[in-house]
């Protein structure tokens, strides 16, 4: 089965030739320091998309990750603020995104509105009612220890990118070889299929939503650790690069098929095209017009593969 | 012939809900908030539904078909640049602009109509994608170039004018769109093929269907209404602008779902939606008469957005088991919704009752540009102490995120309402002056902060700084800092900010005329995120070794920019910029930041309530040099300006002394 | 044999089982039991609650009242997971697969039970997903994804699933309905063995020949009530139809001779169809005749030419095959036939909208009157034309996609399956319209997996074998012999 990697295969490819266009032409971009500061800033949304593939495996969406990170943070902070440890703190956080999450799941799974319209929903409120109760101030006077968790940054940094690449293993793992990765795949790919062979398709939904909404208090913790204050409006549009990233990454919007793999190499890539625009002197009003177009990019790739697959099966059935 | 829409379709969804609800809200607004039952208002609402209500209008087939288009708002915003570049720098008649605005939406159109319907892509993504393409080209095309305002006036009647002294122009050009969208989808043929893609796209195939033309038509049209939808919008703002309808596409889509719509295709129709955008437009209308603070809004938006159609989905669930308690899901929803109102509405009167004594008091009504950011928050307070000084009312509201038409529609309402004073910091001048105009004529006194608009459309600005004088002193600190040649990086706001462009301008200016030994790198945008802020100066740090200093001129942007020289290490980089010492303290402090510069924005606000009592009293003679402002003392006047200083310097010296 | 399976233990028993959906009674009262090592046949006409009772069983559905016996114990709430757990397997007529999963891991699915967190072992997957269908005689590649199978491959994985669970009670609801006959052959010699096994099986069709080869007891159900229970041995086919309908329906198809005319389709190089003349298409699923269907009404444009009345033509696209005046009643009733949801006037003008329309415009009256003629000259029940069509039976939902293609009065007719899944009654109509039809001057190629069906209905066979036509046999040169025997190729009487 050539094929089953091919999404990867070219992903990493066009990932590939935009690293040797930057070895090329950009000077100092592939520089530790450059890595460093790309990793951290990539982080988050590496984090979160890791939950968002999972989502989307299922079959579902949620635009509501933007907001559930902006109050996460702010929660965090003020956590923080109160002399709790950062470790409670941090799980305060990512409470909090669970309860969000479950929200999402009750009301996909149980009350089955469409995931979109409920994340939409959920999206809209929670923006509105965090800025209404923080009235847009920023949490400061953060203990001392609160920034880098209280080390250096070159061992937070360290330490976040082993974090990251265990959680990305976990999942990948976990996908492939837990029964309830597999459980994602199949409620993904035929939802009353699943039911018949006696998967809790609705548990599923639930916990994928839970997962994501964790991992987005994880994300906000984490990223909320780098500075000295906490601003109340983070997160903005943290949805469509999370949600572009995994689409990239060849997940398929309906469901069922795609990989951990591909969601990390499209992070990637659209992770590294803002500042490597500014090394190649691109001008930066042209950024999103590139991401734009580097989406419909991926998009018709993946299209033209599966096409050349399809007429070699309509040939051979031709009369 | 019958109109099928009208049997077994019309309760077939969730409008049966929707409507009770919208009959709910309309009469708690009548009782409870003051002027909401006029023609006038009435009209004022339509007018404000129009632009959002051609984008539902056009999504509606296209969900209905089991697809989405999430590129709209952005098509929109395309769209009114290229009318924009096509009258202002083509010097073409502004006919030739409609045309080309028009062209552009249908080609946009095309795009999503190419890779949708005929290549097979999933809707969302691929609108996920023309979604940042068409913002990206809108933003590409207009670099440096704030705006395009100054339309003639016969074309700014089409948004701004009324017909028959009460009826909004593009009230019939919308009704009309609904019309024939009513007929496409409902009566004709294309409609009917349109329901059996949506129930059931293969099956239709098989009766013959051509399902890719006609999936390619719905998005051809969204892509043209789209177009006409921000020809409109142009036209009733009076400007063209690259972020113009930024998420639209969502409360759009808030509206269709809202409506009765299912995203999994086959159910819904046009009147649903209609429905959904009144109940969203009135709820936001309603609101800002109450005085209610915006964000309630987008609280209770998502909250009924919920409400609705989760009532909906359950309803449906137990519709096999027993078909009788459908009506008491709708009333248990209406009930509810109905209830989280009142409470919200009772408890807001409650402690608002508490202070009010028996008689009138002045009510001064307060727009900062956007809510939520710091320094318009400082400037809240000093807004409350006059009013608490003064007696008045204070009604402080404004746009939840920087948006031109969101201001306009909140004028509006404090006209209907009719307060005494209305203080704006105007975020687009163009788009702003008409409705200001139109509340002087309403006898309101009317003053501008922060940004002036028109100076026939406002009483008095209060001035408290000229963008040029911010600009020097900025160019002048940089300069004072960093001696001999050297190179510096601008990091703004977002690159369609219209004072920021202003600032960078005379930025400009005062280098050329008097440092030549500084030469400005880069400028890279921020989006008002203090993380991306930090992200771009790493960047900047890295690809411009040479930067000694960087001028950030949003205010989150600074303490972003500070954190990513300090953990670079680098010790040779400065920072400054325009910011608030409530957010940079703590760097000023540490030495990352040198210096920042401010006016005292708690004076500002204190000034805009005092003024505005002021002015609503006739208080200031025309021709007077001085006004006296209460604890602020007396203030220059000049012409229709008022002075509140010149800007501060902020640096460790002083940070410690103010409290905004 | 007969005493022995009176003899051995009762699995399971049903007892005055009720279920009403949206105020209709599907069943009314039923009782219905199993013994160890018995083919318990269920038949009835479409509508009379078989496939009801059979998702009561699997716990797909809860009764309303009425209680479920396994193995003696009384099951109070039951589901898919419990009756999966009691040893209860079903295969259903349309198969449930994962599309985008491989086949060793839609057969795990089924077969893995326990918690989530447990490790997935794809080694030990692929050797039993190998093995199981090396039992059925199957060489599918288990590394194959869902979405690449044929219906009959996939109806191979449900049984390799089923027979997986080493169930005790197994329910299979119109297995064969996909398969070709070799396959279905096959697939008795299992049952038969699955039954000397003492696994007791419940088996729902509407082919009363493989019912009366293979079941030991028979029990049929009418309007949700259960009329009779026989030993198989008891009864013959007449008494079966009339016990089903309530009335007895001769077996003989109503072919009459008509004048055959001018070649109304031609396929160069292949064959032809004339005006009056019925064109049987035999040949095993998968040999090419739904896809050669599918090419003819532009559904899958190969760019080749073929000539309708004389005239060469290309058919790129339905619609234009519509206009060349070709109908296609396609085989996959509810997916592709009818759009369920709509009512029964919409799905009846949806192919000829111009036809009730002016200017584009639909005049729903007359859209309304036409429908209404079409439900009673084809005798559709339904209250009214505005019901959805999913409401209605099986037979009846055929009907309505058959006036859909009557609206268009196309030359050349073409029926994949008309009869498929349709009950008895409604099927004995439906070969009647299909005379009628012939009789007005209709070319009709008609593809059908049922032999008798053909042999009795059509004028010439053409047999398909691997994507070509293998042969025509003209009516009197036609058996089940000759056609099998093109059918298969070389290997002849293998079936």
């Not at chain 1, 398709?201 to 984490?222: E, K, N, P, Q, Y």
């Not at chain 1, 795609?258 to 009003?285: C, E, K, M, N, R």
């Not at chain 2, 309808?245 to 509206?255: Q, S």
């Not at chain 2, 290490?569 to 760097?587: E, F, N, T, W």
Request: charged share 15%.
């Amino acid at each position: 089965m050539m094929h089953r990697f091919s999404r990867e295969l070219t992903l990493a490819v066009t990932i590939l030739l935009l690293m040797l266009a930057l070895a090329v032409f950009a000077h100092g971009y592939f520089s530790a320091e450059n890595m460093a500061d790309l990793f951290l800033e990539n982080m988050p949304v590496m984090i979160v998309a890791l939950g968002m593939t999972l989502t989307i495996l299922t079959g579902q969406i949620d635009i509501s990750v933007g907001s559930i990170f902006a109050v996460s943070s702010v929660v965090a902070a003020v956590a923080a603020r109160a002399g709790f440890s950062l470790l409670t703190s941090a799980l305060v956080a990512c409470c909090v995104g669970a309860l969000c999450g479950a929200l999402n799941g009750v009301l996909v799974a149980y009350v089955r509105v469409p995931s979109i319209v409920v994340t939409l929903a959920t999206m809209v409120a929670l923006r509105d009612a965090l800025r209404w109760l923080t009235q847009g101030a920023w949490i400061g006077n953060l203990p001392d220890h609160f920034q880098w968790l209280g080390t250096s940054q070159r061992s937070f940094t360290l330490a976040t990118l082993l974090l990251l690449v265990v959680l990305i293993a976990a999942s990948a793992l976990g996908l492939h070889n837990l029964r309830v990765g597999r459980a994602v795949y199949a409620t993904g790919s035929n939802a009353a299929a699943a039911h018949r062979v006696g998967i809790d398709t609705s548990r599923v939904t639930l916990a994928v939503f839970t997962l994501t909404g964790i991992l987005t208090g994880l994300a906000a913790m984490l990223n909320a650790t780098r500075f000295n204050q906490v601003p109340s409006n983070s997160g903005l549009g943290l949805e469509m690069k999370v949600i572009a990233a995994v689409v990239v990454g060849g997940t398929a919007i309906t469901g069922g098929s795609g990989s951990i793999a591909g969601t990390v190499l499209g992070v990637i890539l659209l992770g590294s095209i803002g500042t490597a625009l500014t090394f190649l002197g691109v001008s930066a009003y042209w950024e999103k017009a590139f991401e734009g177009a580097i989406i419909l990019g991926a998009l018709s790739l993946n299209v033209l593969a599966s096409y050349r697959a399809r007429h070699r099966k309509e040939a051979l059935l031709a009369v | 012939m019958r109109f099928r829409l009208g049997e077994s379709r019309l309760f077939a969804n969730s409008e049966g809900i929707l409507l009770l609800a919208l009959i709910a809200q309309v009469a708690f607004f009548a009782v409870t908030a003051p002027a909401f039952l006029t023609w006038g208002n009435g009209f004022e609402i339509l007018r404000f539904s129009v632009e959002l209500g051609l984008l539902a209008v056009a999504l509606t087939p296209i969900i209905l078909t089991g697809g989405i288009d999430l590129s709209v708002g952005s098509t929109v915003g395309l769209a009114a640049v290229v009318f924009g570049v096509t009258w202002d720098h083509g010097r073409l008649p502004i006919g030739v602009a409609i045309l080309a605005a028009l062209l552009t939406g249908l080609a946009c159109g095309a795009l999503n109509a190419l890779l949708i319907a005929r290549l097979r892509l999933p809707a969302l993504v691929v609108t996920l994608g023309t979604y940042s393409l068409y913002r990206g080209i809108a933003e590409g095309l207009t670099h440096g170039m704030a705006s395009y305002t100054g339309f003639p006036a016969g074309f700014l009647q089409l948004g701004q004018g009324y017909l028959w002294g009460v009826v909004p122009l593009q009230l019939p050009i919308f009704a009309l769109v609904v019309a024939a969208y009513a007929i496409y989808l409902h009566r004709s043929i294309h409609g009917r093929a349109l329901y059996a893609i949506g129930f059931n796209s293969e099956g239709a195939q098989y009766a013959g269907i051509p399902v890719a033309k006609r999936l390619a038509w719905i998005y051809l049209l969204s892509g043209t209404v789209s177009g006409l939808a921000a020809i409109i919008y142009v036209s009733h703002l009076g400007l063209a602008k690259a972020d113009l309808g930024t998420g639209y596409e969502l409360e759009a889509i808030a509206a269709v779902v809202l409506g009765g719509t299912s995203v999994f295709g086959g159910r819904g129709n046009l009147l649903g939606t209609l429905l959904g955008l009144f109940f969203l437009s009135i709820l936001q209308n309603g609101m800002h008469l109450l005085a209610m603070p915006s964000e309630l809004t987008g609280v209770l938006t998502g909250l009924l957005l919920l409400g609705v159609v989760s009532a909906d989905r359950l309803r449906s669930k137990r519709v096999g088991a027993a078909p009788a308690p459908r009506w008491k899901w709708a009333i248990g929803a209406v009930a509810a919704v109905t209830l989280i109102a009142l409470v919200f509405v009772v408890r807001q009167k409650a402690t608002q009752g508490s202070a009010a004594g028996g008689q009138h008091r002045m009510v001064i009504a307060v727009m900062p540009k956007a809510k939520g950011d710091p320094y318009f928050i400082s400037a809240r307070a000093g807004a409350e102490e006059a009013a608490k000084e003064l007696g008045a009312e204070l009604i402080w509201d404004g746009p939840t995120s920087l948006d031109a038409s969101q201001q306009n529609e909140l004028v509006e309402s404090w006209i209907t309402r009719g307060v005494d004073a209305i203080v704006v910091a105007v975020e687009n001048k163009g788009s702003i002056s008409t409705v200001l105009r139109k509340a002087r004529a309403h006898g309101i006194a009317v003053l501008t902060w922060d940004a002036d608009a028109e100076p026939n459309a406002r009483d008095f600005f209060l001035n408290q700084a000229t963008p040029e004088a911010i600009a020097n002193t900025l160019t002048d600190e940089a300069a004072r800092l960093i001696p001999g040649d050297a190179q510096f990086a601008i990091v703004t706001g977002a690159l369609s900010a219209e004072n920021q462009n202003e600032w960078i301008a005379d930025i400009k200016k005062r280098v050329a005329e008097r440092y030549p030994r500084l030469h400005l790198a880069t400028v890279q945008p921020s989006d008002d995120d203090r993380d991306k802020a930090f992200a771009q100066t790493q960047t900047i740090l890295k690809v411009y070794p040479q930067v000694k200093i960087v001028i950030a001129i949003s205010a989150p942007a600074v303490p972003g920019a500070a954190a990513a020289v300090e953990q670079s290490g680098r010790k040779d980089v400065d920072v400054i910029g325009l910011s608030l010492p409530s957010i940079c303290r703590a760097q000023i402090h540490s030495g990352s930041i040198q210096t920042i510069v401010l006016w005292d924005t708690r004076n500002l606000g204190y000034l805009t309530v005092y003024g505005g009592w002021l002015a609503a009293q006739k208080k200031i003679a025309s021709g007077a040099t001085e006004v006296d402002a209460g604890r602020l003392g007396r203030l220059v006047v000049r012409g229709t300006e008022i002075i509140l200083g010149t800007p501060l310097i902020i640096d460790k010296a002083n940070v410690d002394k103010l409290n905004f | 044999m007969g005493t022995q399976i009176e003899d051995s233990k009762i699995v399971l028993s049903l007892a005055d089982i009720q279920k009403s959906f949206a105020g209709v009674r599907a069943l009314r009262g039923v009782s219905f039991e199993l013994r160890a090592g018995e083919v318990h046949a269920l038949i009835g006409e479409n509508g009379a609650g078989k496939s009801t009772l059979a998702k009561v069983i699997t716990g797909d559905l809860l009764p309303d009242s009425g209680t479920v016996e396994v193995f003696g114990n009384s099951i109070a709430e039951n589901s898919p997971i419990v009756s999966r757990q009691l040893g209860i397997a079903a295969i259903y007529q349309q198969p449930s697969l994962f599309p985008d999963l491989t086949v060793s891991e839609n057969i795990a699915l089924a077969l893995e039970t326990g918690g989530g967190l447990r490790r997935v072992y794809w080694k030990a997957r692929n050797q039993r997903a190998k093995a199981l269908l090396e039992r059925i005689g199957s060489k599918l590649d288990p590394w194959r994804l869902a979405r690449t199978l044929s219906m009959a491959e996939q109806q191979i994985v449900e049984i390799a699933k089923a027979l997986g669970t080493d169930a005790r009670i197994l329910l299979m609801d119109e297995p064969t309905a996909v398969l070709t006959e070799r396959e279905a052959e096959h697939l008795f010699g299992l049952v038969r063995r699955l039954r000397e096994d003492g696994v007791a099986i419940v088996y729902i069709s509407h082919r009363l020949e493989e019912i009366l080869a293979s079941a030991d007891r028979i029990t049929v159900l009418r309007d949700g009530e259960r009329i009779a229970c026989r030993s198989a041995s008891d009864v013959d086919r007449p008494e079966l139809i009339q016990l089903m309908v309530g009335r007895s329906i001769g077996s003989v198809f109503p072919k009459r001779t008509v004048p055959i005319g001018d070649v109304a389709l031609e396929v160069p190089g292949a064959f032809s169809v004339r005006r009056g003349e019925i064109f049987g298409l035999a040949g095993l699923v998968g040999s090419g005749r739904t896809e050669l269907a599918r090419t003819l009404f532009g559904l899958t444009p190969s760019g080749s030419t073929i000539e309708v009345n004389g005239r060469p033509v290309r058919i790129d696209s339905p619609a234009q095959a519509i206009r060349e005046g070709l109908g296609y009643l396609p085989e996959d009733r509810r997916l592709h036939g009818v759009v369920l949801e709509m009512t029964i006037a919409e799905n009846v003008s949806l192919a000829s909208l111009a036809t009730v329309s002016r200017h584009g415009l639909i005049d729903t009256t007359a859209e309304e009157s036409l429908a209404a003629r079409y439900v009673s000259d084809l005798r559709i029940k339904a209250p009214s034309v505005n019901v959805p069509v999913g409401t209605l039976s099986g037979g009846n939902q055929q009907k309505v996609a058959l006036a859909r293609w009557l609206v268009t009065t196309p030359r050349v007719m073409i029926l994949d399956e008309p009869t498929q899944g349709v009950d008895v009654g409604s099927k004995a109509e439906i070969h009647e319209l299909i005379v009628q039809l012939a009789e007005q001057g209709m070319a009709i190629l008609l593809i059908s997996s049922e032999l008798p069906e053909l042999l009795g209905m059509s004028d010439r066979i053409g047999v398909m074998r691997g994507g070509t036509l293998a042969g025509i046999l003209n009516r009197d040169e036609a058996t089940q012999e000759s056609i099998m025997s093109l059918a298969f190729g070389h290997s002849t009487g293998a079936a």
